[in-house]
């Protein structure tokens, strides 16, 4: 079976410009979560959507959004990037909500690679 | 709010050393609690959990104990091979996973 999967694997964009991250959840999954991993530091959360409604937000700008589709897979989309949004973008997938039970395991993809110059 | 607080590297050791990296956690409530590996170039792997007081996770050699009384969750092994080289995180979750800052390990040979 497939795990998660992201795309694209690295890319490299302007200041100014616009981003867009999709995340295919291994199958059955109905919860994806997005985090990002700033080189050197652990990974920040920036979105929880569960059967396609956001169910949770970090700590970040509006410029970052996302949302879920009915196949469960997600964007996450970022406008007017900053050099500070470079990093590791990282997908999550679970079958349940993500922290609401022990039981629920949280599977991530490799993760896309965002330079911003 | 909750946080992780993880020992600071990079740590090297030599081949069959024994291995820990310490792991504290401030949380509201009962977390579970996870330790994650991210070897070079790749997303992170889940590598063992806890879910309760004095429960023990365990996986490919390594442990750790959930310690309420000191709200520790250090990771150990007795003895590291070359392949352990990778960042590993603490983390736990509440109502999402919150990291540790990560500790880069390298075993030489």
């Known amino acids: 079976d497939a795990g998660v999967t992201q795309s694209p694997t690295h890319l490299i964009k302007t200041r100014g410009q616009h981003v867009t991250l999709r995340c295919s959840p291994i199958?059955?999954?109905?919860?994806v979560s997005w985090y990002q991993q700033v080189l050197g530091q652990g990974p920040q959360f920036i979105f929880q959507y569960y059967e396609k409604e956001e169910r949770g937000r970090g700590n970040f700008p509006d410029r970052f959004s996302a949302r879920q589709f009915p196949n469960y897979s997600s964007e996450l989309n970022v406008n007017a990037l900053l050099l500070g949004d470079s990093a590791l973008y990282l997908c999550?997938?679970?079958?349940?909500?993500?922290?609401?039970?022990?039981?629920?395991?949280?599977?991530f993809g490799e993760g896309s690679w965002l330079t911003v110059v | 709010g909750n946080s992780v607080t993880q020992m600071e590297g990079p740590v090297t050791l030599s081949e069959e050393a024994f291995l820990t990296i310490n792991c504290t956690y401030t949380a509201t409530g009962y977390p579970s609690l996870f330790w994650y590996v991210q070897y070079p170039g790749e997303g992170l792997q889940l590598l063992l959990k806890?879910?309760?007081?004095?429960d023990k996770g365990s996986n490919k050699g390594f442990e750790a104990t959930y310690r309420k009384e000191t709200t520790s969750f250090h990771l150990e092994k007795g003895s590291v091979q070359v392949s352990d080289s990778a960042v590993y995180f603490c983390?736990?979750?509440?109502?999402?996973?919150?990291f540790g800052q990560g500790t880069r390990l390298t075993i030489n040979p």
């Open positions: 983390a736990l979750t509440a109502q999402k996973l919150v």
């Open positions: 999550a997938s679970s079958f349940r909500i993500q922290g609401q039970d022990s039981g629920n395991t949280i599977y």
């Open positions: 199958s059955g999954h109905k919860s």
């Open positions: 806890a879910t309760k007081a004095d």
